[in-house]
């Protein structure tokens, strides 16, 4: 529900404003060409300056909320395999780790650097899919997959509005009003991110790419692992049937009923790191554009500060 239709509707949204303003328009890739329908000519001032510099803020805050989780679920990971400790010096240390490794793959650019590690994310991350897909309940998550998807079609507008549910109300605003605002943070980044690989689409091919793959491939994702976690835990397989404080260790404790845990485990570490890695550099590289006015290729010194 979270990470379905929702999001992908926001950056859609923004990224199809941004694609056609540009590919069809020859305005500059950036948020306030956009308004130029409304404002006309004074986006090119402060009007521009401040949408501009509003999505630059959201997309790092957005960021740094997808940062601070990933150091979060990472440390958490480290303590259980190795046993070092989660605390704040250890995320601090996740979180310059990856920066680092951002700074280096921004630096070699799209091509070269955004890319390839992106390349990389989806083959790791298809390969963790496979393995709990394999190892764990295949005919159950083969039966859930049709399941989970007629419920997310039913329960869509139910859920979206949300009338006369006062009983999960603390759940709505601490879930799905807190991925909504997030999702809002990240459509500048993933907006923009989409535009400019959407170039010489039809707005049906764009719209139908943008809405129907991801939320397919959140249903597969979410379907494989949970449906695992969730016969596990009914099962009463090990920590993942009691009650936990910490979200972060979820993932681990449903990998450790498992083959291979500490290899499996350590795969998942360096796959979530490499995916904040991308996120950063993506996320840096389209504040750069916006910063740079909409110039596709900013000095490398910019691409850094950011």
């Known amino acids: 529900f979270h990470w379905g239709f929702h999001p992908w509707a926001v950056y859609a949204l923004l990224g199809l404003a941004l694609a056609f303003f540009t590919f069809n328009k020859g305005l500059p890739l950036t948020i306030r060409s956009t308004f130029y329908p409304l404002l006309g000519e004074r986006v090119w001032g402060w009007s521009g300056h401040i949408i501009d510099s509003q999505a630059v803020i959201a997309t790092l805050f957005g960021l740094a909320t997808s940062l601070g989780f990933g150091a979060l679920q990472a440390a958490s990971g480290l303590h259980f395999l190795f046993g070092i400790d989660a605390g704040i010096t250890t995320q601090v240390g996740i979180i310059v780790g990856v920066t680092s490794m951002a700074i280096l793959s921004v630096i070699r650019g799209l091509d070269r650097g955004v890319k390839v590690l ?3 994310n989806i083959v790791m991350a298809i390969g963790l899919l496979i393995f709990v897909f394999a190892f764990g309940p295949t005919l159950s998550i083969l039966g859930a997959i049709p399941t989970n998807v007629v419920d997310y079609l039913a329960n869509f507008l139910p859920l ?10 603390a759940w709505y605003q601490g879930w799905t009003i807190f ?3 997030w999702w809002i943070s990240w459509s500048p980044f993933v907006g923009m991110f989409i535009a400019r690989v959407s170039k010489g689409r039809s707005v049906r091919q764009f719209l139908a790419a943008v809405l129907l793959m991801p939320a397919g491939v959140s249903i597969v994702w979410f379907t494989v692992f949970g449906t695992t976690a969730i016969t596990q835990a009914q099962a009463g397989l090990g920590k993942i049937s009691e009650p936990m404080t910490d979200a972060a260790l979820v993932l681990f404790h449903m990998l450790a009923n498992l083959p291979m845990v500490e290899i499996v485990s350590s795969f998942a570490i360096i796959l979530l790191l490499i995916f904040f890695v991308t996120s950063s550099d993506s ?3 389209v504040i750069d554009t916006i910063t740079a006015g909409g110039k596709l290729h900013p000095p490398v010194a910019q691409r850094i500060f950011w």
Do not use: M, T, V
């Open 283 to 285: 996320g840096s590289l």
């Open 160 to 169: 979206s509005a949300w009338f006369g549910r006062d009983e999960d109300l």
């Open 118 to 120: 992106s390349n990389i």
């Open 179 to 181: 991925y909504w605002a």
